[in-house]
């Protein structure tokens, strides 16, 4: 019955070719623009250390201006960072299983000249190791270092995926040497195919930018005294002559991150950073209210307004949007059904049951709503074209995945259906003696 049904559908749409193609093209319209937004928006939203969440803490200490909050509309926030020698002391602790303290820097990369590729600029994160297994960082070759290289000056990378690639062609290179502001460097690992949307563990610069192209021990940067590449934010006026006085200064500008197991670890932690503050209060700094505050990964996102208000109003207003095309869509299906009226006044005439004509007429804006989708995730893809040509920094959120695709045709099905429910409601009214007496 369901083939019977579909075949009468589709012969349906071809007699009207033109309102079929305006009801598909309705619902294209409006499932790809949900699509496009909906996809951006779930990407944005959500949280890549999901899985970890209950275990990794963000730590802030404030140390800002006693005249001044770090932000003036939200005044109970301490600063994103910490100054260095605060994360050196957090260091020392041995409360957390892992923690990392880590910041960004540039380096010249010089390959082998025979290997024709030009030195070329990146972005390193130089880092502490736990910084690979606080955050499940795959790896395709080798491995990050270990305390020796942050308790010293090792000269030890590694590389990304893409950097690897453009160096050594894709080759495993563990053992081997690449040459980075005129000193060479051990490759001691190479990261597989990594992607974090949102970037959380570094929220300063831009949420979606890709990860750094190399991982360097953070001592390394201390001794070669590498510029950061990061915010770097002060509040008060300090002699800074020289690195020395960089590190020394009361400027923040270092990310750091705890793994800890349970509550009561927790709380043991945030005693040992307040006791800390304290400490540092009797010496002249700290002079704000105690205000030190371990974050989860969730509420890191919501602290940093990684998904403003505006995206939601967006994702509401597609959904308007889809809602505008589906009420357009019941009028072109009242016209269509309505004008073949006399064909199913036959049809009961000669036996039809409502519930047949119902169905018939279901399969049919089902059929439409099939149609629609599968153009609305093409429309979809384009919109998320767009929107990586007019944001370079989105790229990673601009992919529509299958899950996408798959909702994309859930939602124009059950737009299609939604929209043929009075029109075929009216029909199955249709009383087939009124149209018997003209034919």
């Keep these: 019955m369901f083939t019977y049904h579909l075949r009468l559908a589709l012969k349906s749409l071809r007699r009207t ?42 730590v802030t200490l404030d140390n800002w201006d006693p005249n001044q909050p770090w932000d003036e509309k939200r005044p109970e926030l301490p600063p994103m960072e910490l100054t260095y020698r605060d994360a050196m002391a957090l260091l020392q602790s041995d409360i957390p299983v892992r923690h990392v303290a880590m910041r960004k820097g540039p380096f010249v990369v010089e390959a082998d000249p025979a290997s024709g590729v030009k030195p070329f600029l990146i972005t390193a994160r130089l880092t502490t190791k736990d910084f690979f297994p606080i955050f499940d960082v795959p790896f395709q070759y080798g491995s990050g270092w270990d305390d020796s290289a942050d308790q010293g000056s090792q000269r030890v990378v590694v590389l990304s995926k893409a950097t690897n690639d453009k160096v050594f062609g894709g080759a495993n290179s563990v053992g081997k040497s690449v040459r980075m502001d005129g000193k060479d460097y051990k ?33 390394v940067g201390i001794v070669d005294e590498v510029q950061s590449a990061g915010n770097i934010n002060c509040w008060r006026v300090q002699p800074l002559n020289s690195f020395a006085d960089f590190l020394n200064s009361d400027c923040v500008w270092i990310q750091y991150w705890a793994e800890l197991k349970d509550r009561h670890q927790a709380e043991a932690y945030q005693d ?3 006791n800390y503050v304290r400490e540092q209060k009797k010496l002249g700094r700290f002079e704000r209210p105690l205000n030190n505050r371990l974050r989860h990964p969730d509420e890191w996102l919501t602290i940093n307004e990684v998904v403003e ?32 009226a006399p064909l199913v006044g036959l049809r009961r005439a000669l036996g039809a049951t409502r519930k047949t004509v119902f169905d ?20 979809a893809a384009l919109g998320l074209l767009g929107v990586r040509q007019l944001y370079d920094n989105y790229d ?10 798959l909702i994309a045709l859930v939602i124009a099905i059950a737009s299609g259906v939604i929209a043929g429910l009075y029109p075929t409601w009216r029909i199955c009214r249709v009383q087939p003696a009124a149209y018997l007496k003209t034919q």
């Excluded at 093209?25 to 409006?30: T, V």
């Excluded at 979606?208 to 991982?215: H, K, V, Y």
């Excluded at 990673?396 to 695709?405: E, K, S």
């Design 17 to 58: 070719p033109v309102i079929a193609g305006l009801m598909i093209g309705a619902i294209a319209l409006g499932v790809g623009v949900c699509i496009t937004t909906l996809t951006v928006y779930r990407l944005m939203s959500g949280n890549p250390l999901e899985h970890r969440n209950d275990v990794l803490y963000a």
């Design 187 to 219: 490759v001691i690992g190479v990261l597989a195919q990594w992607e974090v949307t949102p970037k959380v563990y570094d929220l300063n610069n831009s949420n979606f930018e890709e990860i750094e192209e190399a991982f360097v021990p953070f001592s």
């Design 272 to 274: 040992f950073i307040d």
């Design 309 to 340: 208000k505006d995206n939601s109003v967006l994702v509401g207003l597609s959904f308007m949007f889809l809602a505008v095309c589906l009420l357009n869509m019941i009028g072109l299906l009242l016209a269509k059904f309505l004008g073949a």
């Design 360 to 379: 018939q007429h279901l399969i049919e804006v089902g059929v439409i709503g099939i149609a629609g989708g599968v153009i609305g995730i093409g429309l």
């Design 396 to 405: 990673a959120l601009t992919h529509l995945d299958v899950t996408m695709a």
